[in-house]
């Protein structure tokens, strides 16, 4: 069975940075593509970025270019979101996903003064 454990997120003052990561088990992480999206009170669920099976960077949202950069370590079987220069409108819950169908718990971040 397919499981996204994300964890790191909490409460950072605005310009303050995070390091998300995402435990994922029960298959084949090597194969898989991995993203991360995000969900906030009056907004759909957001893309945040992609990772291919290399550790190339495929994409990033506008809004969060030069400030979030995921990676992956394929030995651990970890995605990371690292998250520098934080804003208010990033508090979200944040979750890592492998396609639609399989998706973690998520965990909050939460960014004010």
């Known amino acids: 069975q397919v499981q996204l454990v994300e964890s790191g997120g909490g409460l950072v003052q605005p310009g303050g940075s995070l390091r998300l990561s995402c435990a994922a088990s029960?298959?084949?992480?090597?194969?898989?593509?991995m993203s991360w999206v995000r969900q906030a009170p009056g907004r759909g669920l957001e893309y945040v970025s992609q990772?291919?099976?290399?550790?190339?960077?495929?994409g990033v949202a506008v809004s969060m270019k030069g400030r979030f950069t995921i990676s992956r370590d394929n030995v651990k079987n970890i995605v990371y979101l690292q998250m520098n220069d934080l804003k208010v409108e990033d508090t979200a819950l944040y979750y890592c996903m492998r396609d639609l169908g399989s998706w973690g718990q998520g965990t909050q971040v939460t960014v004010s003064s």
């Open positions: 990772i291919n099976t290399d550790g190339d960077e495929t």
């Open positions: 029960g298959f084949t992480f090597t194969d898989y593509w």
